[in-house]
């Protein structure tokens, strides 16, 4: 055990995390996303949200400074959703503790699972919302 560290984040998650560097990327990604076959390293997560899974990991990891929009969302599908995912909410709000101001884009699926693909790993979640994927660009300290 160590102190300081929130539970929820597993020894090779923290693993995953030490090693990324400036610029790499980190998808949280919903239980629909297919992560196994989309990532070069997959963190299972299954007992936990986005949106927890999204907070304890920003306890740790710094958003890059460095572009316009370290956060990347997954848009949806044309005419799925009547307004933005209810979930994107509860995502700026952790945002926002970690980062005051911090610039969010909105990518279609396609793109994101491209961009999911290029990514350092992905942490898949038992977030059951639609459209719970973020990706994350890491900044440097």
């Not at 927890?52 to 306890?59: G, K, S, V």
Request: proline content about 7%; overall charge negative.
């Amino acid at each position: 055990m160590l102190k300081g560290i929130p539970h929820i984040l597993s020894p090779e998650l923290l693993k995953i995390l030490a090693e990324m560097g400036h610029g790499d990327e980190l998808v949280i990604a919903d239980a629909n996303f297919p992560a196994v076959s989309t990532a070069k390293r997959c963190v299972r997560a299954d007992g936990h949200g986005g949106e927890q899974m999204l907070d304890a990991i920003l306890e740790l990891f710094p958003l890059d400074t460095f572009v316009e929009a370290p956060v990347t969302l997954m848009s949806p599908d044309p005419g799925m959703l009547p307004d933005d995912p209810p979930i994107w909410a509860a995502f700026k709000q952790v945002l926002e503790r970690y980062q005051q101001g911090v610039k969010t884009q909105a990518v279609s699926r396609t793109q994101f699972y491209q961009r999911a693909k290029d990514a350092y790993a992905v942490v898949s979640t038992g977030e059951r919302a639609f459209y719970a994927c973020i990706i994350l660009k890491k900044g440097a300290i």
